[in-house]
Protein backbone atom coordinates (compact mmCIF):
# COMPACT_ATOMS: atom_id res chain seq x y z
CA UNK A 1 0.00 0.00 0.00
CA UNK A 2 3.02 2.47 0.00
CA UNK A 3 5.26 1.91 -2.36
CA UNK A 4 8.77 4.05 -2.35
CA UNK A 5 10.85 4.99 -5.28
CA UNK A 6 13.54 7.14 -6.03
CA UNK A 7 16.76 5.50 -4.94
CA UNK A 8 20.01 4.85 -6.67
CA UNK A 9 23.39 5.81 -7.14
CA UNK A 10 24.51 9.95 -6.28
CA UNK A 11 27.70 11.23 -5.69
CA UNK A 12 28.79 13.21 -2.64
CA UNK A 13 27.25 16.36 -2.17
CA UNK A 14 24.76 15.31 -4.66
CA UNK A 15 20.83 15.18 -4.30
CA UNK A 16 17.82 12.79 -4.98
CA UNK A 17 14.09 13.04 -3.89
CA UNK A 18 12.18 10.00 -2.99
CA UNK A 19 8.55 9.81 -3.31
CA UNK A 20 6.11 7.28 -1.52
CA UNK A 21 3.17 6.43 -3.37
CA UNK A 22 -0.09 5.13 -1.52
CA UNK A 23 -2.91 2.98 -2.67
CA UNK A 24 -5.73 0.78 -1.00
CA UNK A 25 -6.30 3.63 1.24
CA UNK A 26 -6.27 7.41 1.36
CA UNK A 27 -3.22 8.19 3.94
CA UNK A 28 -4.31 12.19 3.80
CA UNK A 29 -4.98 12.16 7.28
CA UNK A 30 -2.23 10.42 8.44
CA UNK A 31 1.35 11.45 9.54
CA UNK A 32 3.80 10.21 7.17
CA UNK A 33 7.72 9.42 8.30
CA UNK A 34 10.54 8.86 6.21
CA UNK A 35 13.06 6.30 7.60
CA UNK A 36 16.50 4.60 6.76
CA UNK A 37 18.85 1.67 7.72
CA UNK A 38 21.97 0.06 7.22
CA UNK A 39 22.83 -3.72 7.29
CA UNK A 40 23.73 -4.60 10.95
CA UNK A 41 21.91 -1.67 12.05
CA UNK A 42 18.88 -0.44 13.62
CA UNK A 43 16.18 1.45 11.57
CA UNK A 44 16.55 5.39 12.21
CA UNK A 45 14.08 8.00 11.94
CA UNK A 46 14.39 10.48 9.54
CA UNK A 47 11.96 13.02 8.84
CA UNK A 48 8.05 12.98 9.56
CA UNK A 49 4.95 15.26 8.03
CA UNK A 50 2.00 16.11 9.75
CA UNK A 51 -1.49 15.15 7.74
CA UNK A 52 -1.97 18.44 6.62
CA UNK A 53 1.33 19.49 5.92
CA UNK A 54 1.61 22.31 8.47
CA UNK A 55 4.28 20.57 10.31
CA UNK A 56 7.50 18.81 9.39
CA UNK A 57 10.21 17.07 12.14
CA UNK A 58 13.29 16.06 11.34
CA UNK A 59 16.08 13.90 12.54
CA UNK A 60 19.65 16.28 13.92
CA UNK A 61 21.81 14.37 11.23
CA UNK A 62 19.19 15.65 7.92
CA UNK A 63 17.88 19.27 9.57
CA UNK A 64 18.95 21.39 6.78
CA UNK A 65 19.40 19.11 4.18
CA UNK A 66 16.40 17.13 3.67
CA UNK A 67 13.12 18.31 3.17
CA UNK A 68 9.85 16.41 3.85
CA UNK A 69 6.42 16.94 1.72
CA UNK A 70 3.42 15.63 0.67
CA UNK A 71 0.42 15.88 -1.86
CA UNK A 72 -2.75 14.80 -0.92
CA UNK A 73 -4.77 14.97 -4.01
CA UNK A 74 -2.18 12.35 -5.32
CA UNK A 75 -1.45 10.44 -2.00
CA UNK A 76 1.92 10.92 -2.30
CA UNK A 77 5.42 12.15 0.21
CA UNK A 78 8.40 12.61 -0.84
CA UNK A 79 11.49 13.66 0.55
CA UNK A 80 13.87 15.51 -1.25
CA UNK A 81 17.42 15.18 -0.37
CA UNK A 82 20.27 17.72 -0.97
CA UNK A 83 24.20 17.70 0.21
CA UNK A 84 24.26 13.89 0.44
CA UNK A 85 26.99 12.50 2.21
CA UNK A 86 28.02 8.68 2.22
CA UNK A 87 26.80 8.18 5.56
CA UNK A 88 23.12 8.83 4.09
CA UNK A 89 23.65 5.79 2.34
CA UNK A 90 21.01 3.12 3.33
CA UNK A 91 17.29 1.47 2.37
CA UNK A 92 15.11 4.54 2.78
CA UNK A 93 11.23 3.21 3.90
CA UNK A 94 8.09 5.48 4.23
CA UNK A 95 5.46 4.76 6.62
CA UNK A 96 1.91 5.94 7.91
CA UNK A 97 0.73 6.49 11.35
CA UNK A 98 -2.83 7.10 12.72
CA UNK A 99 -1.16 8.65 15.79
CA UNK A 100 -1.62 12.19 16.35
CA UNK A 101 1.47 12.41 19.12
CA UNK A 102 4.15 14.58 18.38
CA UNK A 103 7.24 14.48 17.47
CA UNK A 104 6.22 11.49 15.10
CA UNK A 105 9.03 9.21 16.01
CA UNK A 106 7.68 5.94 16.24
CA UNK A 107 4.43 4.09 16.05
CA UNK A 108 4.16 3.60 12.42
CA UNK A 109 0.91 1.52 11.42
CA UNK A 110 2.05 0.48 7.58
CA UNK A 111 5.42 0.44 6.11
CA UNK A 112 6.13 0.63 2.51
CA UNK A 113 9.11 -1.58 0.80
CA UNK A 114 12.32 0.37 0.85
CA UNK A 115 14.61 2.05 -2.03
CA UNK A 116 18.33 1.77 -1.65
CA UNK A 117 19.81 5.18 -1.40
CA UNK A 118 23.68 5.28 -2.14
CA UNK A 119 26.39 7.91 -1.94
CA UNK A 120 29.48 7.70 -3.36
CA UNK A 121 32.81 9.64 -2.15
Known amino acids: QLQASGGGLVQDGGSLRLSCAAS????????MGWFRQVPGKEREFVAA????????YYADSVKGRFTISRDNANNTVYLQMNSLKPEDTAVYYCAARTSTTWPPRGNYDYWGQGTLVTVSS
Open 24 to 31: GRTFSSYS
Open 49 to 56: IRWSGTYT
